[in-house]
């Protein structure tokens, strides 16, 4: 147990309450999974917490006083502490009509969502697990606490998190459980946009997402309708064993679990249901998707927009998207253009390879080498950088200014000129010097 909660719990008991460390700390210390923070309920109401925690000389803030959640820092080190709660009855499906507190530790645990997050752990009183908590651990399930079809009508929020839990913990969802998610998905339109963004990040950079993806794939679709085409599009070509939905799943799953890759992944080939197409060829029949990526960007960018992205991914994630499949061959010349045309960010390029690598394992054995590849490619930008060669206008010995200075019209010809001047660069052809530059720039204006 992390000494601030120890500490939390001995504040607490000091002024006549009782503590219960629950939630996901106690779920994941007892999987041997990374804590990151730890939650503790109360008897205590929130004003007499502040004022004990106050007293103790650490600070607070009131993070939820209508919920009864208020969080106590010391040394940085947070700490949510919530009051015993019952929540009532729910009429809208998203919020208790009612928070009303509950008397006992118990009582509390009734609410909460997965009997595996239902647990409450003391270093001296134990665990109380009123549900099969720990049953569900070792047999690694997500199971509703209460009767399903009500606990998703109180909060349809519930049905993510059961997806986000499948992909982040490798449970399976249970049977009576899974049903329920599928009878009560239509309720999910109830939710903010920001918390079905936020449960779906989660879920998309769990450690099981593939499997999650395949179980979970009809629940999603209710807010993620683009999912369902995918799942029924077979490829019929050489370089794939999986239908869309498949390979987008293993895709997903080899990338990084950073959000920008895992998005990136998850959109890269969803326009091919749109863009398939069957030919005859040499008496076998064959598939092509020609341009999907750009009907994935635009779907992407939908989606991206429907739901509350953050806007740096509103930004980079479609541009992945697009140039996913474009051929870099591995040489310095043609990584540098690359790294031109995607704003000169290495990082950027870096995400590009990531996708580029998944995609290759995702498809048939034989195209695995292409994984190698995108790590040479990796490689030889690294090599660019630490060379320190040009790879964006930015970096010429010369300006737009400079171009203008030749009797070149302010426009879009400046920047053309431009675009020349970088490829004469990094194809040797000249020096990134000034004078040699503004030669080179005036035998094209
Ligand atoms: P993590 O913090 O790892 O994302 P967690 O289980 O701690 O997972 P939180 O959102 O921090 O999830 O919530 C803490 C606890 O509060 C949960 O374990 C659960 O017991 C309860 N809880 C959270 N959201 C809900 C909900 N929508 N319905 C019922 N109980 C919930
Ligand atoms: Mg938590």
Redesign the pocket.
Same mark, same amino acid.
């Given at each position: 147990l992390p000494a601030v909660a120890r500490e939390a719990l001995s504040i607490l008991e000091g002024t006549d309450g009782e503590g219960w460390c629950?939630?996901?700390?106690v +779920?994941?210390a007892l999987l041997g999974r990374e804590i990151?923070?730890v939650?503790v309920a109360t008897n205590l109401p929130w004003t007499v917490v502040r004022s004990a925690f106050q007293e103790a000389g650490w600070k607070t803030v009131e993070t939820g006083a209508a919920h009864g959640t208020i969080t106590v820092i010391r040394d940085g080190e947070p700490l949510?502490i919530?009051t015993y709660r019952c929540?009532g009855t729910y009429s809208d499906g998203r919020h208790p009509d009612l928070v009303t507190p509950a008397a006992t530790i118990e009582e509390d #645990?009734l609410? +909460?969502?997965?009997t595996v997050?239902?647990l409450a752990y003391h270093p001296e009183r134990g665990l109380i697990d009123p549900f099969g908590g720990i049953a569900d651990l070792e047999a690694g399930i997500i199971r509703c606490v209460g009767d399903p079809l009500t +606990?998703f009508s109180?909060?349809a #929020?519930?049905i993510l +998190?059961a997806c986000?839990?499948a992909s982040?913990l490798g449970f399976s969802l249970d049977g009576a459980t899974f049903d329920a998610m599928m009878a009560s998905k239509h309720l999910l339109r109830k939710v903010s946009g920001e918390r079905v963004y936020r449960e779906l990040e989660?879920f998309i950079c769990g450690d099981y997402v593939r499997d999650a993806l395949m179980t979970c794939v009809d629940v999603l679709a209710f807010v993620l309708p683009e999912l369902v085409a995918m799942k029924d599009c077979p490829q019929v070509t050489k370089y794939h064993i999986y239908d869309v939905l498949e390979h987008t799943a293993w895709a997903v799953q080899h990338t990084p679990p950073t959000p920008i890759t895992r998005w990136a992944a998850l959109f890269h080939d969803m326009g091919k249901p749109a863009a398939a197409f069957f030919e005859v060829r040499d008496g076998e029949e064959v598939e092509h998707f020609y341009g999907h990526p750009w009907i994935s960007e635009q779907l992407a960018c939908g989606i991206m927009h429907r739901l509350p992205f953050p806007a740096w991914l509103r930004r980079d994630v479609p541009v992945l998207v697009r140039v996913h499949d474009d051929v870099i061959p591995a040489n310095g010349r043609a990584v540098r253009r690359a790294l031109g045309r995607l704003g000169g960010r290495p990082e950027m390029f870096e995400a590009l390879c990531d996708l580029k690598r998944a995609d290759a394992l995702a498809q048939a054995p034989f195209c695995a080498p292409r994984a190698e590849l995108a790590e040479e490619l990796r490689r030889l930008m690294r090599e660019v950088l630490a060379a320190d060669e040009a790879f964006s206008v930015k970096q010429l010995a010369l300006d737009g200014r400079d171009i203008m200075a030749l009797g070149v019209p302010a426009g879009p010809e400046v920047g053309r000129i431009l675009d020349a001047c970088l490829d004469g660069v990094i194809d040797g052809e000249v020096p990134n010097e000034p004078e040699a530059l503004r030669a080179f720039a005036r035998s094209l204006a």
């Open positions: 629950v939630g996901g700390f +779920r994941d990151h923070d939650d949510e919530t929540d #645990l609410r +909460r969502d997965f997050n239902a +606990r109180e909060d #929020l519930r +998190r986000r839990f982040q989660r």
